[in-house]
């Protein structure tokens, strides 16, 4: 029998908080790792090589942290979502196990969820997660109440002007919604409570100052720690309303991609074998099952973000599609893919954000080198909305914020002085 404890990471402390509270809801020992800082960036560049993307330093160095502050360091197992690539993203877990044993504590494995076929292997049966579609429906409600909890902050915070009274409103839903999931049961008076609690705030409600849409790679644009430079609220202290990413989005995007890639198999004369194969499977039903999934992702999300009041809706996957496809092909798959581009392009035409920011690790391929690429000429042309992109070294903070500065005074300006501009970062990893 499995008596270890699974230790999640790499989202929002408020999403680890309740992934793992929903793998206690299926009798799985989980705890989250903790939320990757300064310290965590130092501890993972000492173990590692040099020259990885930096959210493989913060969330090793959050790992090693969270194992040396415990008596019994081997009573635990780390679960992560890995992939076979194309970009770096591969190599994570590899390295999460390099720095493990370099800080000696080989002992803990490193299991990995394949976000590309989420399925039951020996590997997980051997912590005690059996990866069946329960599990797999509770982990995605857990991320979709993270996501609404964190859309609510920033949704709240912007059109109340009380910032102290939100965020407590936050912490006691979060508390809720972490017991319900646990114990098995619905989040939703949970954020009913919540949604009742925010509408009642005084205030003066005033038209946000700035709109912005963040957007990037996966980890910087989605972690509340450093890795992110605490983006989001400090954009917010200079008075912008701030619409995060939702790891839905995210979870969206693998069903699309599933589908795309199943739909232009069906025509093939013989199915092929592979990843994405066709070889053994029911074509049509795994189109349904993957559409299936976007759907009910989308309905969840709309009935949790209308009972605590979030007004933004979630971005269609087939509509960003079509957006980007002139500009950068559906079919590349590395980082977040096409998605960057799409969403600036849907937020200029939507009206939707007068700026968007693109926040990534420096040197990130996907995102540094071909979005911002791509979206230096788009917006350049686009009417409505700016673009700015930055890079977290973790050490330039200072740099990438006088380059916001910049961004959000000539957004504030208006369209003639649109900002179309980009951040390297000055130091390598
Ligand atoms: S998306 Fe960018 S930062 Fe993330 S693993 Fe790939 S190359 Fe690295």
């Known amino acids: 029998m499995n008596s270890r404890t699974l230790l999640v990471g ?14 206690r809801g299926r009798g799985i020992a989980a705890e989250p790792v903790g939320t990757a800082d300064q310290g965590s960036l130092a501890i993972g560049r000492k173990l590692l090589a040099r020259g990885h993307c930096n959210p493989t330093y913060y969330l090793s160095g959050a790992l090693v942290e969270r194992l040396r502050r415990s008596a019994a360091p081997g009573r635990y197992a780390y679960l992560t979502i890995g992939s076979c690539g194309p970009c770096r993203f591969a190599t994570y877990a590899a390295e999460h196990r390099r720095a493990l044993a ?29 990866l069946d579609g329960r599990l797999i429906s509770d982990l995605a409600r857990a991320a979709v109440v993270g996501d609404v ?8 915070r912007a059109r109340t002007g009380e910032a102290v009274a939100v965020d407590r409103a936050l912490a006691k839903a979060l508390g809720d919604a972490t017991s319900a999931l646990e114990e098995g049961h619905s989040p939703t008076p949970a954020l009913t409570m919540l949604g009742d609690t925010l509408g009642a705030l005084g205030g003066a409600p005033e038209k ?19 890795g992110s430079y605490g983006l989001v609220r400090w954009l917010e202290g200079r008075g912008a309303a701030v619409e995060p990413p939702a790891v839905v989005e995210w979870l969206c995007y693998l069903a699309w991609q599933l589908r795309r890639d199943t739909e232009r198999r069906l025509p093939l004369y013989r199915p092929d074998s592979g990843p994405r194969g066709l070889a053994g499977r029911d074509g049509p039903r795994v189109v349904r099952h993957a559409r299936g999934a976007e759907r009910a992702l989308c309905a969840l999300y709309g009935r ?84 700015v992109a930055v890079e977290t070294t ?20 208006g369209t003639r002085s649109r900002p179309t501009t980009s951040l390297s970062g000055f130091a390598a990893n």
């Open 149 to 156: 909890l964190v859309r609510a902050g920033c949704w709240h």
């Open 304 to 387: 949790y973000a209308a009972a605590v009041g979030v007004g933004w809706p979630l971005l269609d996957m087939d509509d960003l599609a079509v957006l980007a496809a002139p500009h950068y092909l559906p079919d590349l798959r590395a980082g977040m893919g096409h998605l960057e581009v799409a969403t600036f392009l849907a937020m200029n035409r939507d009206r939707r954000a007068d700026l968007v920011v693109s926040i990534k690790p420096f040197g990130c391929l996907p995102s540094s080198a071909v979005s911002d690429a791509v979206l230096a000429v788009l917006a350049r042309q686009a009417r409505h909305c700016g673009f």
């Open 394 to 413: 973790g050490d330039a903070e200072a740099t990438v914020e006088s380059r916001l500065e910049l961004a959000l005074d000539l957004a504030a300006k």
């Open 10 to 23: 790499g989202l929002s402390s408020t999403h680890d908080a309740l992934v793992a509270a929903a793998l």
């Open 102 to 130: 370099a800080a000696g504590f080989s002992e803990v494995p490193v299991v990995v969820v394949d976000q590309l076929r989420p399925t039951a292997t020996v590997e997980l049966g051997s912590v005690g997660v059996t």
């Open 208 to 226: 946000p100052r700035l709109r912005l849409r963040l957007t990037g790679e996966f980890f910087a644009a989605t972690t509340d720690g450093h």
